[in-house]
């Protein structure tokens, strides 16, 4: 429904558009530490109806992502409790979009990254093997 596009104050769509201070702004608000920008918009790969996706990363109190009020058209990942294949995902290709909490950044960073680049083979067999059993299902 809407495309995204990287503006020089942040995000536009087609007839919606969100600026990253907003997006900060509310993260920042919740208690967020850093965030970043991922997923398709971030990949270079959108689609028509894509939104924004953003991930942030609070270090305490955790709320849950429908509790923080980014703008519509945002989808929130909240990175505490974030499964390694999505979190590792956004570690190594996220675009960082805000950081408050440097040391804490670095230390996220570097231990997701370090799981999940271990973990990734056994991720890429497991979803081969998933993608395989749902295609012998289908014959």
Known sequence: M????????GWKSVGVAVEEGTIVAA????GALFGYLHGSQVGGTPRPDSDLDVAAHFGGRTPAAW?????PD?????LD????YLAGRIAVR???L????????VVWEANTRTMYLDELPYIEHMTREYLQAVARGRR
């Open 74 to 78: 945002v989808d929130l990942l909240v």
């Open 94 to 96: 996220g675009r960082l």
């Open 98 to 105: 805000f950081d408050d909490d440097p040391s804490a950044r």
């Open 81 to 84: 409790d974030a499964p390694l």
């Open 67 to 71: 509790e923080v009020p980014v703008p």
């Open 27 to 30: 993260l920042r608000a919740a």
């Open 2 to 9: 809407f495309r995204w596009s990287a503006t020089e104050n």
